[in-house]
Each structure stands twice: as structure tokens, then as C-alpha cells.
């Protein structure tokens, strides 16, 4: 048998996630307000879900769902919650090569979903790595390190990078031509119909024969817009509104369930949690406490 001669490829890398500093998974009500800051390593801040505003000494931006912003390092920047709850992660790192990221710092960021899942398996793996940097080493006990947690963050962070760079930095002719102007307004006619109906229970069925379209087109171009089906959008809008009237605290969970059509108020509680990451309960006693932020992920 012959052996033969195989001419290698070199794969070199122009860009290194160093070192992480903290994961956080964080839970805003409405009232939060955060003073500002600044640090050596980079910061990311992904919106999960609801809206907040951003603030450095140069800009103010507010930050929707599936948005995110890059926080270059040594700029003093502040974080509030636009009026409503939410739902955000901020990783912090450093690298060997800040000029790269230099093109999208500092301003809003598309996160497809490719980026989300890096986001989210980044938060998932990277917690444990960093939970004694955040003074609860009782969370390394709990949950313990994944298989190759390290190597594992790196390169989702690397990657995640490299995609916002791509994603926006792109030709805004060629996003224009992939986008076509028939998927936006379809979209735009979906959301609208969810927050007209927010308090009800509706079907992609019904949906559908109000904008005129097959469920498979509206739920096709609704998840490549979004990142989410219609459906799972539908029931975090319905949280969300959940969340503003827990806030009011003038009604109790079964007359919110009521409210917001919920088959139930054992699944309404349900729905909460895994959306919100707390009970209904949990959430209550933070707004009434006075508490402006909870960490989902290490439950403080």
C-alpha cells in the first residue's frame, strides 16, 4: 500500500479571547438603575428580553430584544430599564487584539440566531467557570464544571465576536436585497397582531388569516426575522405584560392568570418560570422589597 503525501493548510488566528472575568444572567425590573462604570476588559451586553437604555460619555442607545452592545475597554458606561422588566447577560473578557472589535463598539448590535445560541451556550457552560470570581463558590458545588467548559467558552466568544463583526459590518446593499421588503411588513403585521391581542389566546390559525398568509410562510420568515417562533414570542409577550401587572401588585396570580387567559394559574406559574427564570412569587417579593435586579442563573 502506497502512502501518500497530504499539503497541510495553516490555519492561523487573528483574534484570542485572554481571559473571562464574569457571566451574569440578570433580571431587571422595572425601576433599575444602574450608576455606571468602567474596567479594563471588554463588556457584552445581550437583551434577552424587554428594553433598557444604554449610556457612555458619547452616546444613548436603547436596547430591544435580541439586541446587544460591546462595551470597549476603560469607557465608563450606565444601564437603566426603559419602564419595563427584563431579562439580560453581560459577559466581560479581554482579548489580543482590541482594534478588531473597535467597528462595533459601542453601538447597537444585530444578534441572528446563530448568535443567540453562541450567547446561550456561552452563559451555559461559562457560569460555573467564573462562580467563585463572582463570591458564590457554593455554585461550583451545585453545578459543576462541564467537560472542556474552558476551551469550550473560548471559542464560542471568539466565534460570537466574529460574527457581529460580520453581521454588522456587512453591506447594507446586500442585507437589503436578503431582506425583502414584503418579509419586514409581514413581520411588523404579526407583532402587531400579538400586542392588539396580547391578553388573549390566539392561533397561528387566526394569525394567519389576519395578515393573509399560510402558517408555514408566517412562521418560516417570523423565525428567520426573530430568531423565535411565533408562538414562543406570543407567550413572552404575554409574560412580560404578566410582569408589568406582579409590579402593580394589586392583583393577586390567580386574577392575572384570569386576565391573561391562561388555562391555568399552576401553568401561568409555569410559563413564569421558564421564561423569567423565577416564580411568580419570587419576582413578587423583589419588586415588593424594593429590589431592582435578580441573578437568574445564581438565584441572588
Same mark, same amino acid.
Given at each position: ?212 398568509? +399560510? /402558517?408555514?410562510?408566517? #412562521?418560516?420568515? $417570523? &423565525?428567520?426575522? @426573530? *430568531? =423565535? %417562533?411565533?408562538?414562543? !414570542? ?29 388555562? +391555568? /394559574?399552576?401553568?401561568? #406559574?409555569?410559563? $413564569? &418560570?421558564?421564561? @423569567? *427564570? =423565577? %416564580?411568580?412569587?419570587? !419576582? ?17
Amino acid at each position: 500500500m502506497n502512502e501518500i503525501t497530504l499539503l497541510p493548510t495553516k490555519l492561523n488566528s487573528i483574534f484570542r479571547i485572554r481571559e473571562l472575568f464574569h457571566i451574569h444572567s440578570y433580571y431587571y425590573t422595572p425601576q433599575f438603575v444602574f450608576n455606571g462604570e468602567c474596567h479594563a476588559p471588554w463588556e457584552f451586553v445581550f437583551v434577552q428580553s424587554g428594553r433598557v437604555v444604554v449610556e457612555t460619555a458619547d452616546s444613548r442607545y436603547i436596547l430591544k430584544e435580541g439586541t446587544a452592545i460591546l462595551h470597549k475597554p476603560h469607557e465608563f458606561h450606565k444601564i437603566k430599564a426603559d419602564n419595563t422588566s427584563c431579562y439580560l447577560f453581560i459577559i466581560t473578557f479581554s482579548t489580543d487584539n482590541d482594534p478588531l472589535l473597535m467597528p462595533v463598539a459601542d453601538r447597537p448590535l444585530h444578534a441572528d440566531e446563530t448568535a443567540k445560541n453562541y450567547i446561550l451556550n456561552i452563559i451555559a457552560d461559562g457560569t460555573s467557570l467564573v462562580a467563585d470570581k463572582m463570591q458564590f463558590s457554593d455554585q461550583n458545588k451545585a453545578n459543576p464544571v462541564p467537560f472542556a467548559a474552558e476551551q469550550t467558552v473560548k471559542n464560542l466568544l471568539e466565534l460570537l465576536c466574529l460574527r457581529l463583526l460580520r453581521q454588522n459590518t456587512a453591506d447594507p446593499d446586500s442585507q437589503s436585497s436578503a431582506q425583502p421588503s414584503t418579509d419586514n411588513a409581514l413581520v411588523l403585521s404579526v407583532l402587531k397582531i400579538i400586542e392588539k391581542n396580547i391578553c388573549e389566546k390566539i392561533s397561528l390559525d387566526f394569525i394567519a388569516k389576519q395578515v393573509g398568509y +399560510s /402558517v408555514s410562510r408566517i #412562521s418560516s420568515v $417570523f &423565525k428567520t426575522y @426573530t *430568531g =423565535m %417562533s411565533v408562538i414562543d !414570542y406570543y407567550i413572552r409577550q404575554r409574560i412580560r405584560k404578566a410582569q408589568e401587572l406582579i409590579f402593580e401588585n394589586k392583583h393577586s396570580f390567580q386574577e392575572i392568570s384570569d386576565a391573561m387567559n391562561f388555562d +391555568s /394559574v399552576q401553568y401561568f #406559574s409555569w410559563q $413564569f &418560570k421558564k421564561i @423569567t *427564570g =423565577m %416564580s411568580p412569587s419570587q !419576582y413578587r417579593n423583589i419588586t415588593k422589597s424594593g429590589a431592582s435586579f435578580y441573578d437568574v442563573r445564581l438565584g441572588k
